[in-house]
């Protein structure tokens, strides 16, 4: 995140996707809809994990709606897409009448590793998602539970919790999946935010994530899906998406007047790179694009892609730190710069 971002904004609009889903009407949905309409939201579930103070895990296998999200059309909006997800967890039995109430990263990737760390003010709770969609491609992604919308405590204790939680497969902020693909939100400051609104469906960004990772297997594949849709931003803010796939080809890819741009490169952080930009506010972006550029470029293994992602990474603004190992398929985590605490899941654990 551009350190430089006006936080008292960002308070107001950081939370990317709020879900309001009542624990009574949940615990009613249970009662009335019984275990085999929620067979995959109950494993689910039973599948959420402290694995660490504050980060979670959750492995959802089966259909989670994001097929029908998209067949009716998307979303174009914060509270329209929050409003879709509760439906669909909930299989149509609750319906709440939804309102809307952000961080900027860096991304430097090569040798089929990608890293990015995401920087925010405020610390939370995370959670990491394996997800295996009926028709789609396995995925690893991670997400920041206080994105939910109830608070930067709150955490999935009880199963009605857990029910919430899964919400947050719909607000993956950077993710791998089976193929190598990895793709990673990032706000770009200069960003256009007047999207024009055609006849195309429409995505917020993190729909175009989870839209990526489910459906692409590199990145022409992801270039090609997202030029489908209108994207649109969140709380006022453009985003920008750095793509990286097992073949070494990386993008960044931006929307100006509603064209996509996708831009080669190895390194984003949080500025426009497919047009010139003399916007004051993005001078510590481009501090970081350009140390990174010249002094870590090329990538030549973990080693090399570990001392880039660490050197762009603020103490205290850093939430967290994931490098992507495109081959294995492994994502190895690190949370406040805790550098000697790693934590790796495989993304063909079960």
């Given at each position: 995140?551009h350190r430089?971002?006006n936080?008292?904004?960002?308070?107001?609009?950081?939370?990317i996707?709020i879900?309001?889903i009542?624990?009574a009407a949940i615990?009613g949905?249970f009662?009335y809809?019984?275990?085999?309409t929620?067979?995959k939201e109950?494993?689910?579930?039973?599948s959420v994990?402290?694995v660490r103070?504050?980060?979670f895990t959750?492995?959802?296998?089966?259909d989670?709606g994001?097929?029908?999200f998209?067949e009716q059309g998307?979303a174009?909006?914060d509270?329209?897409?929050?409003?879709?997800?509760?439906?669909?967890?909930?299989?149509?039995y609750?319906k709440?009448?939804?309102?809307?109430?952000?961080?900027?990263c860096?991304?430097v990737?090569g040798?089929n590793f990608?890293?990015r760390?995401?920087?925010?003010d405020?610390?939370?709770?995370?959670?990491?998602?394996?997800t295996e969609?009926?028709?789609?491609y396995?995925?690893?992604?991670?997400?920041?539970?206080?994105?939910?919308?109830?608070?930067?405590?709150?955490?999935?204790?009880?199963?009605q919790?857990?029910?919430m939680a899964?919400?947050s497969i719909y607000?993956?902020?950077?993710g791998?999946?089976?193929k190598?693909?990895?793709v990673a939100d990032?706000?770009?400051?200069?960003?256009?935010i007047?999207v024009?609104?055609?006849e195309?469906?429409?995505?917020?960004i993190?729909g175009?994530?989870?839209?990526v990772?489910d459906?692409?297997?590199?990145v022409?594949e992801?270039?090609?899906?997202?030029?489908q849709?209108?994207?649109?931003?969140?709380v006022?803010?453009?985003h920008h998406?750095s793509l990286?796939?097992?073949?070494?080809?990386?993008?960044?890819v931006e929307?100006k007047g509603?064209?996509l741009?996708?831009t080669p490169?190895?390194?984003?952080t949080?500025?426009?790179?497919s047009?010139v930009?003399n916007?004051?506010?993005?001078?510590?972006?481009?501090?970081?694009f350009?140390?990174l550029?010249?002094?870590?470029?090329?990538i030549?293994?973990?080693?090399?892609?570990?001392?880039?992602i660490?050197?762009a990474?603020?103490p205290?603004?850093?939430l967290?730190?994931?490098?992507y190992?495109?081959?294995?398929?492994?994502?190895?985590?690190?949370?406040g710069?805790?550098?000697?605490?790693?934590?790796t899941?495989?993304l063909?654990?079960?």
């Open positions: 995140m430089s971002l936080h008292k904004a960002m308070k107001k609009g950081k939370v996707l879900i309001m009542v624990l615990i949905i009662l809809g019984g275990y085999q929620f067979s109950i494993a689910a579930m039973q994990q402290e103070e504050g980060v959750l492995h959802y296998k089966g989670y994001f097929k029908g998209l998307g174009k909006t509270a329209q897409m929050a409003t879709y997800i509760a439906s669909s967890l909930s299989h149509g609750y709440p009448a939804l309102t809307t109430p952000e961080g900027g860096t991304t990737n040798s990608f890293a760390n995401f920087d925010w405020q610390v939370g709770n995370y959670i990491i998602l394996h969609p009926d028709d789609g396995a995925s690893i992604a991670t997400s920041n539970l206080s994105f939910l919308g109830f608070g930067t405590d709150w955490k999935p204790s009880s199963m919790e857990k029910f899964m919400a607000v993956p902020l950077d791998m999946n089976e190598g693909l990895c990032l706000v770009e400051i200069d960003g256009d007047d024009p609104d055609t195309k469906p429409d995505l917020t993190v175009a994530i989870r839209l990772l459906y692409a297997a590199n022409d992801a270039i090609q899906l997202l030029s849709y209108d994207v649109f931003p969140s006022s803010r453009m998406l990286s796939d097992a073949s070494g080809h990386s993008v960044v929307w509603g064209e741009m996708a490169t190895q390194v984003v949080n500025h426009c790179l047009a930009s916007n004051e506010s993005i001078a510590e972006s481009i501090r970081r350009n140390m550029t010249t002094e870590h470029l090329p030549t293994g973990v080693q090399q892609v570990q001392q880039a660490q050197a990474s603020y205290g603004e850093t967290w730190t994931v490098i190992d495109q081959q294995a398929l492994t994502a190895t985590h690190y949370f710069c805790q550098w000697e605490q790693p934590l899941n495989n063909s654990a079960k």
